[in-house]
């Protein structure tokens, strides 16, 4: 089992920027990527960004491409979302996740996930 805790969520205006938090506790030998997701009311949970856990290789969707990068402190076994220029339609709640494949974005591959922090962004 893994745990995650994600954090660093909440309410900023169009332009602003966020950085999430997504701490892992357990079995984090098991891991070789976590990925952030995102989903609103009504939608499929999104692919937002992924990070190789130990070799730092990253990919993003396109809608965050050059706004967000996502980084790691294996020291602390914590991922981070740094979110840049933030838009109304980057609102939703964040997950984090972890899968033991290493390039998949496809939520269904990613087995342990956080319970996620809302971000709102206001126009």
């Known amino acids: 089992q893994v745990q995650l805790v994600e954090s660093g969520g909440g309410l900023v205006q169009a332009g602003g920027s966020l950085r999430l938090s997504c701490a892992a506790s357990?079995?984090?030998?098991?891991?070789?990527?976590m990925g952030w997701f995102r989903q609103t009311p009504g939608k499929n949970r999104e692919f937002v960004a992924r990070?190789?856990?130990?070799?730092?290789?990253?990919y993003y969707a396109h809608s965050v491409k050059d706004r967000f990068t996502i980084s790691r402190d294996n020291a602390k076994n914590t991922v981070y979302l740094q979110m840049n220029n933030l838009k109304p339609e980057d609102t939703a709640v964040y997950y984090c996740?972890?899968?033991?494949?290493?390039?998949?974005?496809?939520?269904?591959?990613?087995?342990?996930w956080g319970r996620g922090t809302q971000v709102t962004v206001s126009s």
């Open positions: 996740a972890t899968t033991r494949r290493l390039v998949t974005t496809d939520p269904n591959d990613y087995e342990f």
């Open positions: 357990g079995r984090t030998y098991s891991v070789n990527a």
């Open positions: 990070m190789t856990w130990s070799g730092g290789n990253t």
